[in-house]
């Protein structure tokens, strides 16, 4: 509803601020950025380390986010002096000098950008773009990691290396509830160790199907170890559900779906020896947190949205033939058959061989 609502409405909007004139060129006294995002708790942990980068040249950050789930990642993080939301929206008017909207296809994004900065950045190839007046090509051949750092490029910072994502940051006594709940286990079992067999209910053919043979066959190899399943609301409860019926060894799993708040989760996921996911928030969380992360792949490509970090692995079987059918720099969201085919083509062996290298390595 949202993406339509933003699409139609958003268009005409669009046409009539692209009409009105300005000067739009970075001052060389200019410090104060916005930066924005609409939602995706995965998306928005990518553009952390971009922040970070602006941070570290000097700039004054704020943070603009409409929907919980981006809200919640720029308030976990110590990269932003303030992070608004939509009721703020009448106090921006023209309050900063740039705007740096991380959005890669929504119109309303580029018009908060207008309305908020004097010079607006975003991503070039949609009509939306004519509100912006340093326009980024996405470079769909490398991380969107390293996409959102294009945009730094009207600043003349470019050639950056990144080596990790932002860790989310949490109250003292979350940890120490997480640990409390977790050290039980650590006491029997030397590897912990979890699983996200979900994704957003509108994106169904990212699930992997074979999670109960992977899991049998992961306690099978390892008797030392643990596997909680996690996830959060009534459809990853669900699939949950579905997934532990037909465990085996349901001695060995514990079902933590709808158990923590977000920040429990962080905490939770840090204390684990490996995160084995779909193409999800959580994916990027695990990975974010300094967790060794193995992620699924079909309706995308590692390529661009694997789990970010030396230690990570995303697994892609799917030939030159399969194109993504999730490109957000187009707006493409498509219901894909074929999409759900191509992750299904990932056998158990080869999440068992990745888990292996990460569970064997020192």
């Not at 051949?141 to 990790?164: E, R, W």
């Not at 962080?266 to 967790?291: E, R, T, W, Y």
């Amino acid at each position: 509803m949202l993406k339509t609502i933003d699409k139609f409405i958003g268009f005409i909007f669009i046409a009539i601020a692209g009409i009105v004139p300005r000067d739009g060129k970075i001052k060389k006294d200019a410090n104060k950025i916005l930066v924005i995002r609409f939602s995706g708790i995965g998306e928005t942990l990518l553009a952390l380390p971009m922040v970070k980068i602006l941070r570290e040249n000097g700039y004054s950050i704020d943070g603009f986010a409409l929907r919980n789930r981006a809200g919640v990642v720029f308030k976990n993080c110590r990269l932003f002096k303030k992070v608004y939301g939509f009721t703020d929206l009448l106090n921006l008017y023209q309050k900063y000098d740039i705007a740096i909207d991380c959005e890669a296809f929504t119109n309303f994004s580029a018009l908060v950008a207008r309305y908020c900065a004097k010079t607006t950045i975003g991503f070039a190839g949609l009509e939306r773009s004519k509100l912006y007046d340093y326009k980024i090509n996405y470079n769909d051949k490398q991380h969107v990691v390293y996409t959102f750092c294009d945009m730094l490029a009207p600043l003349g910072i470019k050639n950056v290396k990144i080596s990790a994502l932002e860790p989310l940051v949490y109250e003292n006594n979350t940890l120490e509830n997480a640990k409390k709940f977790i050290n039980p286990y650590r006491k029997e079992y030397k590897k912990l160790i979890g699983i996200y067999p979900s994704s957003e209910k509108t994106v169904p053919e990212r699930r992997w199907k074979k999670y109960p043979e992977f899991i049998d066959a992961l306690l099978e190899k390892y008797k030392d170890a643990l596997v909680f399943i996690t996830g959060s609301g009534t459809e990853d409860a669900r699939i949950c559900k579905e997934v532990t019926k037909n465990i085996k060894n349901k001695e060995r799993l514990v079902n933590t779906c709808n158990k923590f708040s977000f920040n429990e989760f962080c905490c939770f996921v840090k204390q684990l020896n490996l995160f084995v996911s779909n193409d999800s928030g959580p994916m990027h969380i695990a990975a974010a947190m300094g967790v060794p992360t193995i992620g699924l792949f079909g309706p995308n490509i590692p390529l661009r949205f694997g789990p970010f970090g030396k230690n990570n692995i995303g697994i892609y079987k799917c030939g030159p033939e399969c194109k993504p059918s999730i490109n957000v720099h187009l707006g493409e969201f498509k219901s894909n058959p074929k999409a759900a085919e191509c992750i299904n083509k990932i056998d158990v062996k080869d999440v068992i061989e990745a888990s292996e290298k990460i569970l064997n390595s020192k």
